[in-house]
């Protein structure tokens, strides 16, 4: 573009020397063609100067542009490695989460297991404490059984707290106030021997008991004396009728654990009793619980 208007004036006076060496045109027309010639130069002088402009500006923008660029690319670069940054941090959170989704799996497996176990064991002792009632609900039925025909006043059966509770009257066993026995003594403890005898796995205990009222004549008190009745008892089963001893324990309670009230006679007549205390054996049921496990 400036080269051409270098050009432009030189071109210019070579047609004026051909025009004057010519003798074409005459002086007036030689002006003239000047003063065109020097309106054409300004004209294009200016039209120069706004090209310049604008290519200065077109220039100026594209430095914007370029560094609008740089700046979208800069900022475009640091957005490329936070997703980096975050996909390895997804990455360590998901491998975390796998190892920690293992460990809980493991230990709620573990925790499963635990579970079974302690369920397995409540079953099973559940199943030694069910076998133990019925084996004291069985020997209770067979001393109903062998007693069927007795005065049912004078006997009494019952079940609770995985013990059986065999109760015999005074009269059936001893004479009023005494530890002597009655006549029917021997055959009373001659049917319990035989049944109890069957049971190997029982533990025994004879309590002796007295009402309020009655005068225990040659004994301290009646604690004592009702001691002294259960041991006479235990003794007999030992020594007449076969009994292991280690399955006995006498005891006595005196008028402390009252049946009912004292302030009859017929109250009192049922207070003053034997009671036939018989449960499982700790080491029997450890043995029925090791069974219920199939062991």
Request: proline share 2%.
């Amino acid at each position: 573009m400036n080269r051409d208007l270098y050009l432009f004036p030189l071109f210019t006076l070579l047609l004026a020397v051909f025009t004057l060496n010519s003798g074409c045109v005459g002086k007036k027309k030689f002006l003239t063609e000047i003063s065109n010639r020097d309106s054409l130069a300004y004209v294009l002088n200016v039209r120069n100067l706004e090209l310049s402009r604008e290519v200065g500006k077109l220039k100026l923008n594209l430095a914007e542009k370029t560094g609008e660029g740089n700046g979208l690319r800069e900022i475009y670069d640091k957005q490329v490695v936070e997703i980096k940054k975050l996909d390895k941090e997804i990455e360590r959170l998901g491998k975390q989460s796998s190892s920690t989704q293992q460990s809980l799996t493991q230990e709620l497996s573990l925790r499963d297991a635990q579970l079974a176990e302690k369920e397995q064991v409540i079953k099973d002792f559940g199943l030694t404490l069910q076998k133990q009632e019925d084996g004291i609900e069985a020997v209770l039925n067979e001393l109903k059984a062998a007693f069927l025909d007795a005065p049912p006043k004078d006997f009494g059966y019952e079940h609770k707290d995985y013990r059986g509770y065999f109760v015999v009257s005074e009269r059936q066993l001893f004479r009023p106030g005494t530890d002597q026995f009655a006549k029917t003594t021997n055959a009373v403890l001659e049917k319990i021997a035989r049944i109890l005898n069957n049971h190997p796995e029982l533990q025994i205990l004879v309590v002796g008991h007295s009402d309020s009222q009655s005068a225990v004549k040659g004994f301290k008190n009646r604690l004592d004396f009702s001691t002294s009745r259960a041991a006479a008892i235990t003794e007999t089963l030992t020594k007449e009728f076969y009994m292991n001893g280690v399955q006995l324990t006498a005891a006595g309670r005196g008028d402390f654990e009252p049946k009912t009230s004292n302030e009859t006679e017929d109250g009192r007549s049922q207070n003053r009793r034997i009671e036939f205390v018989f449960y499982q054996r700790i080491d029997e049921v450890r043995k029925m619980s090791k069974e219920a496990k199939g062991q």
